[in-house]
């Protein structure tokens, strides 16, 4: 952003946010890549439970689903407004791409999310 105004809406910025933390009554740490984020780091808020346990579970359940649909062999996919299945033996490549999808998205879920 460029112009004239930079440096006011900078000091504008500024004493808003010493304003807030002092008002909350949070000590400023020494060691943090911002001031927002040492402020957001000190407050306390409502619980919020982790959230690796509830992917680590569809995760599973995803992987559960591959499985099922290799043993079964045919795969149910979302194919824009809808869903389509695919029959092994009618569509491998097909088949095998739908597997081979949801087999990521659930490795994802568990390794990355």
Known sequence: MDGPYVGHLDHIRTALF???VERLG???PER???AASATISRLTGPYHPPMKPFFV???VLLFLYVAACVLRGSVVVSWGP???TFRREERPRWFWTGVGIYALLALALILVF
């Open 82 to 84: 809808g869903a389509r």
């Open 18 to 20: 010493a304003q807030m």
């Open 57 to 59: 579970l569809l995760g």
């Open 26 to 28: 949070v000590a400023r």
């Open 32 to 34: 943090h890549h911002s």
